[in-house]
């Protein structure tokens, strides 16, 4: 799912195309996307196109007149930018949007429809979209301590949680908790104030940081190879693959469709953090440490 990064670069691209014309066409291919029927799509056409702006992990179109058109991609929507009145593709395709400048793409990929649209008239209609997270990137070390505390959650949670911060999803919280060496299981209610500071500043740095990388890939181009598993991560999605830090193996919690990555070495002692499929069925044989995670697997320890 694109997060706080990708959403930012998707709306400084977009912004840079569409803000100051007008919004000659809306075109919807699936009826599934669209989430309200007040205001109807017809009322946003032959508006201008203010700005664009990001709202958690959606992208939002302010159109003259107080209507805004609100896309949240789920897992598997993604924008493209194509010529003025390009098609839109029958597999996959959601939306378009068409201005003199080009046309704005919504695709899907695969078979579930996740993805939305919602059009709203007034800023009060936006707020009520807005989980309530505080944006991360603006709030002080004492905010984001409050914030995080609120309730007793794990870590990881905490940071996916949209009511506690926008933006953060699967892909960076595990990036930010590598960087902050805590563990994922971690409780907010458990950890002290220098930890919860060094956690503040890695969640800063490391959005600030693959924000600013993302830019410099996209340049005056349009983001289209958006994806939450890039190389240069440190944990995310890179099970079984030597941490960059210190060369463990990292591992994985897997639960429904998610996982969680992390550095036993650096993050958690060396504790193996239990799987909690693979653990139930493995019971007492289930590793607790790198070292017996070696030998029930006969591969020396790196």
């Known amino acids: 799912m694109p997060e706080l990064p990708d959403i930012t670069v998707y709306v400084e691209a977009i912004e840079r195309r569409i803000a100051g014309l007008t919004l000659d066409r809306v075109r919807l291919h699936s009826p599934f ?12 056409e032959g508006r201008p196109i203010l700005t664009i702006r990001r709202l958690g992990k959606r992208v939002v179109v302010c159109l003259e007149g107080g209507i805004f058109l609100v896309f949240h991609l789920m897992v598997a929507g993604r924008f493209h930018w194509k010529s003025p009145g390009a098609s839109v593709p029958k597999r996959g395709g959601l939306a378009a949007l ?12 695969g078979s579930r429809r996740r993805a939305s649209l919602h ?27 409050a914030a995080m505390r609120r309730e007793s959650h794990t870590l990881k949670r905490a940071l996916t949680d949209p009511r506690i911060l926008s933006g953060i999803g699967n892909a960076y919280s595990d990036e930010i908790l590598h960087r902050a060496r805590l563990s994922p299981l971690l409780w907010t209610s458990r950890i002290d104030d220098a930890a919860m500071e060094g956690l503040h500043r890695a969640t800063r740095d490391t959005l ?18 958006v994806t939450a598993f890039r190389p240069e991560m440190a ?21 429904l469709e998610n996982e969680t990555d992390y550095c036993p070495t650096c993050q958690t002692g060396g504790k193996l953090l239990a799987d909690r499929a693979l653990s139930r069925l493995l019971k007492k044989d289930w590793p607790r440490s790198l070292d017996e995670l070696a030998a029930l697997t006969g591969k020396p320890r790196p």
């Open 119 to 145: 059009a709203v008239r007034g800023e009060a209609a936006l707020a009520e979209l807005d989980p309530g997270g505080i944006e991360p990137l603006l709030a002080t070390a004492e905010e984001f301590a």
């Open 235 to 255: 944990v995310h999605g890179r099970y079984r693959l030597p941490c960059p830090e210190c060369g463990s193996p990292v591992q994985r919690i897997r639960y």
């Open 98 to 109: 068409d201005t003199e400048a080009g046309t704005l793409l919504l695709t899907e990929a």
């Open 33 to 44: 996307l669209l989430r309200t029927t007040s205001p109807p799509l017809s009322e946003a």
């Open 208 to 225: 600030v940081e693959w924000t600013d990388r993302l830019r410099r890939e996209v340049g005056d181009g349009f983001p289209e190879k």
